[in-house]
């Protein structure tokens, strides 16, 4: 893993894959997320941006690929179509260049570069490297290996869709709150919109 950790610490970009998860269905914002303006650009640009400037590749997760033509990154769709974000990862992860990606949800506006490269410090020894912040789980915001795709795939095919139920079968390393000390605006970072009235809260900061 040396070759990662002189990237993190250059700050160029890493040997991963970045995957912005961009196919839910919006449906308690009544409109595309993706879209949502943000200081003048739709979201998924500003998150596309934050991601281009930490990973070798990038990749957009979307069950409506034709909406996203006009970025150049690779499109990918699920095979389990109707089945959550769990399935974003597992065409992500089968589409992926790199051992390792990068998922992230295309509502959060607060993406940070810094805590992204962070996190990317614990790759190398686990499956899963995911942050716990106010007592909760971001499995939105984690990196995952390729060893996760037949666990993944075995619980798409059983209809158990929550992705941290895999977890226990696998090697998780999670990032507590206390070992952010030095990103005091990591719950930022972490915060997203399922709502309008989210959205308008998140504005506000």
Known sequence: MLEMKDNILNKSVLPVTGVLLAGGKSSRMGRDKAF???LGKPLIEK?????????????????????FQCYGEKKVTDLYPGCGPLSGLQSGLQAAQFGYSFFVACDMPFIDPEVIRFLAGY???HDVIVPEVDGVLHPLHAFYHKNCLPLITEY?????????????????????????RRFPQV???LKNANTVQEWQELQTL
Do not use: H, M, Q
């Open 47 to 67: 998150g596309l941006e934050e991601l281009r400037s930490v990973f070798s590749e990038v990749i957009i997760s979307t069950n409506s690929p034709e909406r």
């Open 187 to 189: 719950a930022r970072s």
């Open 123 to 125: 790759c190398g020894k």
């Open 36 to 38: 949502l303006d943000y």
């Open 156 to 180: 798409l095919e059983k209809r158990s869709f929550k992705i941290i139920d895999f977890y226990p079968r696998c090697s998780v390393r999670i990032v507590r709150e206390e070992e952010f």
